[in-house]
């Protein structure tokens, strides 16, 4: 299975951006999630979803970020509103099994 993000791109802050990620195959019951890595910054988790659609987060963009599935696409997308300078970052989509990363979108918020 490939990944493929889409969706960024350069905001100002206070804006909305939704990321799209599209897995080449299905993505069966496995957890999908987001990550993203800022310059000079290690990556981190942003948010999870399981086959059940229970999310979490961070507590960074908990209440701000929005993470969806839809399994018979074989898609997830992130929904981020009130986006601030800090998520600034190059935003990767997570299949959890089997291990896959996608190469990365990324999102700039700036004024």
């Known amino acids: 299975v490939q990944l493929v993000e889409g969706g960024g791109g350069l905001v100002q802050p206070g804006e909305s951006l939704t990321l799209t990620c599209i897995a080449s195959g299905s993505i069966g019951t496995s957890d999908m999630g987001w990550y993203r890595q800022a310059p000079g910054k290690q990556r981190e988790f942003v948010a999870r979803?399981?086959?059940?659609?229970?999310?979490d987060y961070s507590e960074s963009v908990k209440g701000r970020f929005t993470i969806a599935r839809n399994d018979a696409q074989n898609t997830i997308n992130l929904n981020m509103n009130s986006l601030k300078p800090d998520d600034t970052a190059l935003y990767y989509c997570?299949?959890?099994?089997?291990?896959?990363w996608g190469q990365g979108t990324q999102v700039t918020v700036s004024s």
């Open positions: 997570h299949l959890a099994f089997p291990d896959t």
């Open positions: 979803i399981d086959s059940n659609l229970r999310a």
